[in-house]
C-alpha cells in the first residue's frame, strides 16, 4: 500500500500553509472546514484566501518562508510555486517530525490529500497515490449522485441509536446483530423515499430494547 489512510482530528491544532495561491486555497478551504488553526505564510495571498484573513479566520504571515514556521504546527503543507522552497519546508517538517504534503512533490512529503466526498459524518475520500488526482476527482464526482444529504441523517440516527446502546447498555453480544440489522435496513433509501413511519417504527422496537434515539436522532451529544 503506497499510502496509508487515517482521518485525522485537526480542531483547534496548528497547520501551516506556505504559499498563498490557488493550491493553498484549495488546502486552506478544507482545513478549516476541520477546525484547523491555519497560518498562511506567504509574501502575496489570492482573494479567497486574503479576505479570510481579513475576516480573521486564518493569520497570515505577509512574508516569504523562514526556517523555524513550522515550529508548534501538527501538519505542513509546502505549496509555493518554487520547487526549492518547498524541498526546505520538507526539510524542516522532517527535522521537525511534522508530517507535510509537498503539492509539487510528493515523494518528498509524508502525506498527499486525497479527493472528498462529504455528506455530514459520511466522508469517502479517493486517492490515486499521486498519479492522477484528476481521476480522484472525477471518480468523486462519479458516485456523487449516490450518496445525497440522506446519508448524512442516516448516518447521524445510526450514530445515535449506537451511542444510545453503548452507553445505557453493557456490550454484549446482544449489541452486534442490532447493528448488523440497523446497517442493513437500508436507512438512507427510507429517508430519501420519505419512509418516515417505518423509521419510527424501528425506533420505537429499539426503544423496548433500551435504545431510544431523540425524535430526529439528530443530537448526538445529548440524546433525549
Ligand atoms: C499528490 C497530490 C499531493 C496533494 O496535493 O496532496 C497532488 C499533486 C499534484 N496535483 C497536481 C495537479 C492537479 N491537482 C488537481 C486537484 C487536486 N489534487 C488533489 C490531490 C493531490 N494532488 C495529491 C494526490 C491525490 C491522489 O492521489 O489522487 C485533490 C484530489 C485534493 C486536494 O487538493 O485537496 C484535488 C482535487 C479535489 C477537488 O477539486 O476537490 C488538479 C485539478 C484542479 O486543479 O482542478 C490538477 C491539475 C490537473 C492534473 O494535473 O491532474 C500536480 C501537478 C502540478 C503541475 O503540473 O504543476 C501535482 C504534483 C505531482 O503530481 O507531482
Ligand atoms: N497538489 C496539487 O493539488 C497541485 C499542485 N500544483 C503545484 O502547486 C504549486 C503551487 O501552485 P499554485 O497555488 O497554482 O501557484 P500560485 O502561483 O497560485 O501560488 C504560489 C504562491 O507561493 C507564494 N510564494 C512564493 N514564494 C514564497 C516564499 N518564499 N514563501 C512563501 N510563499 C511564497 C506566492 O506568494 C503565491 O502565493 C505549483 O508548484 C504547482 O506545480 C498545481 C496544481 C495542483
Redesign the pocket.
Known amino acids: 500500500m503506497r499510502y496509508y489512510p487515517i482521518n485525522v482530528d485537526l480542531h483547534g491544532q496548528s497547520v501551516l500553509i ?10 486552506a478551504k478544507r482545513l478549516l472546514a476541520a477546525g484547523a488553526r491555519l497560518t498562511v ?6 482573494p479567497a ?1 486574503a479576505e479570510l484573513a481579513e475576516q480573521g479566520t486564518l493569520r497570515h504571515l505577509e ?3 523562514r526556517h523555524g514556521d513550522l515550529a508548534g504546527a501538527m501538519l505542513a503543507f509546502a ?5 526549492q ?2 524541498r526546505e519546508v520538507a526539510a524542516e517538517a522532517k527535522e521537525r517530525g511534522i508530517l507535510a ?1 509537498v ?2 512533490a ?1 515523494a518528498q512529503g509524508a502525506f ?2 486525497p479527493a472528498v466526498l462529504e455528506q455530514g459524518d459520511l466522508l469517502i475520500t479517493v486517492s490515486t497515490g499521486g498519479a492522477s ?1 484528476a481521476l480522484s476527482r472525477q471518480i468523486v464526482t462519479m458516485i456523487e449522485p449516490l450518496f445525497g444529504p440522506e446519508y448524512a441523517e442516516a448516518v447521524s440516527l445510526l450514530g445515535t441509536v449506537r451511542e444510545k446502546l453503548l452507553t445505557e447498555k453493557v456490550r454484549n453480544a446482544y449489541n452486534d446483530p442490532v447493528f448488523a440489522e440497523l446497517a442493513a435496513l437500508n436507512l438512507p433509501a427510507l429517508i430519501k423515499n420519505g419512509q418516515r413511519d417505518v423509521i419510527d417504527q424501528i425506533l420505537l422496537k429499539l426503544s423496548a430494547t433500551g435504545a431510544r434515539p431523540g425524535p430526529d436522532g439528530a443530537d448526538k451529544k445529548e440524546p433525549s
Not at 18 to 27: H, M, W
Not at 41 to 46: F, H, K, R, S, Y
Open positions: 506556505v504559499g498563498g495561491g490557488k493550491v493553498a486555497a484549495r488546502k505564510v506567504a509574501p502575496v495571498l489570492v484566501l512574508r516569504g518562508y505549496a509555493t510555486d518554487d520547487p522552497l518547498n504534503d503539492v509539487d510528493p498527499t490529500t488526482p
